[in-house]
């Protein structure tokens, strides 16, 4: 679906996200993810985002899972479609290894900058995969991901680009990989149900899809549990962009957290 091109939907988040709040932390490198953010918006006409609220609320929600896992001793994070995600920059710390998988074109693009920008890159390792046809446990096996080492996995707006069975099949694979004591930090997109749910998922899926990057899956609300649970992830908690538990928001966002 991306071809060779990079992910104009995950450039377009990394845009929003230079003026976001962060969750601040005692380490790492906030001016190396703002530098790489502010280079991706350079190249970026944002329209009136109608999404800011929601991707402001989702980005603080993945900024407080990564610097409580690392404040807990999680020493090894893997980054699942990361984008242009810089948190491997913002809250880098030593003896902390962190991995990014994503579509080979995407990250090329952001290697690129980053090279450029001359930013320096320890504690980061890079795992080209398409989710929807490569393996991803040979992918991070391959670039030294320690599977008896427990890692938080993230997977931030990247779920609904990834057909359900490959979605499926790529949880599997990650499971796999994770030791006990990993954890799934995932957002999940729900079957929308109602009208003002139904109307918002169909603005967005006509704003993804314009720019070539459909969206082409999400879990039926009943669902989510046993989805998650077929790969091996229990799930902990699923809130909505408000923090609201899921069986009680008519949203159809979940952020969930799952252990293996
Ligand atoms: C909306 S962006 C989100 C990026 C990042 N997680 C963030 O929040 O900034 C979606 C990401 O999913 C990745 N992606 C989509 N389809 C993919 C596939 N089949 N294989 C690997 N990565 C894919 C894109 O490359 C992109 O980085």
Do not use: N
């Amino acid at each position: 679906m991306l071809d060779g091109t990079a992910s104009a939907t995950a450039q377009g988040v990394a845009a929003q996200r230079l003026t976001f709040r962060r969750i601040p932390a005692d380490h790492g490198r906030p001016d190396d993810d703002q530098r790489l953010l502010a280079d991706v918006a350079a190249g970026v006409e944002l329209p009136d985002h109608p999404l800011a609220r929601y991707l402001q609320a989702r980005t603080l929600f993945f900024d407080q899972v990564v610097v409580d896992a690392i404040a807990a001793g999680t020493t090894q994070l893997v980054a699942v479609g990361a984008g242009y995600d810089g948190r491997s920059l913002r809250y880098a710390r030593s003896g902390v290894r962190w991995f990014e998988l994503d579509h080979p074109a995407t990250q090329a693009d952001k290697r690129a900058r980053l090279d450029r920008l001359g930013v320096p890159l320890d504690g980061l390792t890079f795992a080209p995969a398409d989710f929807t046809t490569d393996d991803v446990e040979s992918c991070l096996a391959a670039t030294g991901h320690d599977p008896a080492r427990p890692t938080l996995f993230t997977s931030e707006g990247v779920s609904g680009y990834v057909p359900l069975d490959a979605l499926r099949e790529l949880l599997a694979a990650l499971h796999r990989t994770a030791a006990p004591g990993s954890s799934f930090a995932i957002e999940v997109p729900l079957e929308p149900e109602g009208e003002a749910e139904l109307e918002r998922r169909a603005r967005i899926e006509g704003q993804v899809a314009a720019i070539g990057e459909p969206l082409v899956s999400a879990v039926p609300r009943g669902e989510l549990r046993p989805f998650l649970a077929s790969a091996g992830w229990t799930v902990r908690s699923a809130v909505d962009p408000l923090g609201v538990d899921v069986d009680e928001s008519p949203r159809s966002t979940a952020f969930v957290i799952a252990t293996a």
